[in-house]
Protein backbone atom coordinates (compact mmCIF):
# COMPACT_ATOMS: atom_id res chain seq x y z
CA UNK A 1 0.00 0.00 0.00
CA UNK A 2 0.90 3.68 -0.45
CA UNK A 3 -0.09 6.39 1.39
CA UNK A 4 -0.04 10.12 0.18
CA UNK A 5 -0.45 13.42 1.99
CA UNK A 6 -1.33 16.85 0.77
CA UNK A 7 0.41 19.79 2.26
CA UNK A 8 0.08 23.49 1.18
CA UNK A 9 -3.33 24.32 0.54
CA UNK A 10 -4.64 27.72 1.63
CA UNK A 11 -6.41 30.87 0.97
CA UNK A 12 -5.24 33.69 -1.16
CA UNK A 13 -6.35 36.36 -3.62
CA UNK A 14 -7.08 36.19 -7.16
CA UNK A 15 -3.37 36.29 -9.43
CA UNK A 16 -1.49 35.09 -6.05
CA UNK A 17 0.76 31.50 -6.04
CA UNK A 18 0.17 28.76 -3.73
CA UNK A 19 2.60 25.66 -3.72
CA UNK A 20 1.26 22.01 -2.51
CA UNK A 21 3.26 19.64 -1.94
CA UNK A 22 2.06 15.99 -1.62
CA UNK A 23 4.44 13.37 0.26
CA UNK A 24 3.94 9.37 -0.30
CA UNK A 25 5.04 5.99 2.49
CA UNK A 26 4.68 2.81 1.97
CA UNK A 27 5.32 0.85 -1.34
CA UNK A 28 6.56 3.71 -2.88
CA UNK A 29 8.81 1.59 -5.03
CA UNK A 30 6.00 0.59 -7.01
CA UNK A 31 4.36 4.54 -8.00
CA UNK A 32 4.85 4.94 -11.67
CA UNK A 33 2.76 8.18 -11.71
CA UNK A 34 1.92 10.89 -9.80
CA UNK A 35 -0.67 13.19 -10.49
CA UNK A 36 -2.67 16.02 -8.77
CA UNK A 37 -7.01 16.45 -8.91
CA UNK A 38 -8.80 18.78 -8.01
CA UNK A 39 -12.73 18.87 -6.98
CA UNK A 40 -14.81 21.49 -6.53
CA UNK A 41 -18.39 21.74 -4.15
CA UNK A 42 -21.29 20.37 -6.73
CA UNK A 43 -18.43 18.99 -9.50
CA UNK A 44 -16.66 16.01 -10.53
CA UNK A 45 -13.40 15.43 -9.79
CA UNK A 46 -10.96 16.51 -12.79
CA UNK A 47 -7.45 16.16 -13.52
CA UNK A 48 -5.22 18.51 -13.11
CA UNK A 49 -1.82 17.83 -13.63
CA UNK A 50 0.21 14.42 -13.59
CA UNK A 51 3.67 13.54 -14.10
CA UNK A 52 5.11 10.16 -14.87
CA UNK A 53 9.05 8.99 -13.69
CA UNK A 54 9.78 7.10 -16.92
CA UNK A 55 10.92 10.20 -19.42
CA UNK A 56 9.82 12.74 -17.12
CA UNK A 57 6.35 12.95 -19.13
CA UNK A 58 4.48 16.13 -17.87
CA UNK A 59 0.45 16.37 -18.29
CA UNK A 60 -1.67 19.56 -17.86
CA UNK A 61 -5.35 20.46 -18.35
CA UNK A 62 -5.88 23.11 -20.24
CA UNK A 63 -7.20 25.26 -18.04
CA UNK A 64 -3.68 25.42 -16.07
CA UNK A 65 -1.42 25.40 -19.09
CA UNK A 66 0.71 28.18 -18.01
CA UNK A 67 -0.24 28.95 -14.94
CA UNK A 68 0.62 25.40 -12.90
CA UNK A 69 3.80 23.33 -12.93
CA UNK A 70 4.00 19.96 -11.26
CA UNK A 71 7.46 18.83 -10.61
CA UNK A 72 8.76 16.07 -7.80
CA UNK A 73 11.47 14.18 -6.73
CA UNK A 74 11.64 10.60 -8.29
CA UNK A 75 13.33 9.36 -5.77
CA UNK A 76 11.60 10.75 -2.74
CA UNK A 77 8.27 10.27 -4.86
CA UNK A 78 7.21 13.55 -3.71
CA UNK A 79 5.84 16.00 -5.91
CA UNK A 80 5.03 19.48 -5.94
CA UNK A 81 2.45 22.04 -7.72
CA UNK A 82 3.27 25.35 -7.71
CA UNK A 83 0.56 27.33 -8.97
CA UNK A 84 0.64 31.41 -10.17
CA UNK A 85 -2.07 33.36 -11.24
CA UNK A 86 -4.50 31.51 -9.34
CA UNK A 87 -8.14 32.67 -10.17
CA UNK A 88 -11.38 32.29 -8.14
CA UNK A 89 -12.34 29.51 -10.65
CA UNK A 90 -9.39 27.19 -9.05
CA UNK A 91 -10.87 26.90 -5.65
CA UNK A 92 -11.20 23.10 -5.10
CA UNK A 93 -9.88 20.10 -2.74
CA UNK A 94 -6.92 18.93 -4.40
CA UNK A 95 -6.22 15.52 -4.14
CA UNK A 96 -2.58 14.04 -4.86
CA UNK A 97 -3.06 10.75 -6.64
CA UNK A 98 -0.18 7.85 -7.80
CA UNK A 99 -0.63 4.96 -9.81
CA UNK A 100 1.34 1.85 -9.95
CA UNK A 101 1.49 1.14 -14.13
CA UNK A 102 0.85 3.36 -16.57
CA UNK A 103 2.01 7.50 -17.93
CA UNK A 104 -0.10 10.18 -17.46
CA UNK A 105 -4.01 9.86 -17.51
CA UNK A 106 -6.36 11.92 -17.49
CA UNK A 107 -8.81 9.76 -15.78
CA UNK A 108 -9.05 9.40 -11.89
CA UNK A 109 -10.01 5.74 -12.38
CA UNK A 110 -6.52 4.99 -13.59
CA UNK A 111 -5.05 5.96 -10.32
CA UNK A 112 -4.56 3.56 -7.46
CA UNK A 113 -4.28 5.69 -4.53
CA UNK A 114 -5.48 8.90 -3.72
CA UNK A 115 -4.72 11.35 -0.58
CA UNK A 116 -7.45 12.75 1.77
CA UNK A 117 -7.10 16.29 -0.03
CA UNK A 118 -6.43 20.23 0.81
CA UNK A 119 -8.79 22.47 0.80
CA UNK A 120 -7.93 25.87 -2.21
CA UNK A 121 -9.52 29.11 -1.78
CA UNK A 122 -8.61 32.30 -4.19
CA UNK A 123 -11.05 34.88 -3.73
CA UNK A 124 -11.67 37.70 -6.33
Known amino acids: QVQLVESGGGYVQAGDSLRLSCASS????????MAWFRQAPGKEREFVAA????????DYADSVKGRFTISGDNAKNTVHLQMNSMKPEDTAVYYC?????????????????WGQGTQVTVSS
Open 97 to 113: AARRRGYTSYRAGDYDY
Open 51 to 58: VSWSGGIR
Open 26 to 33: GRTFSIYT
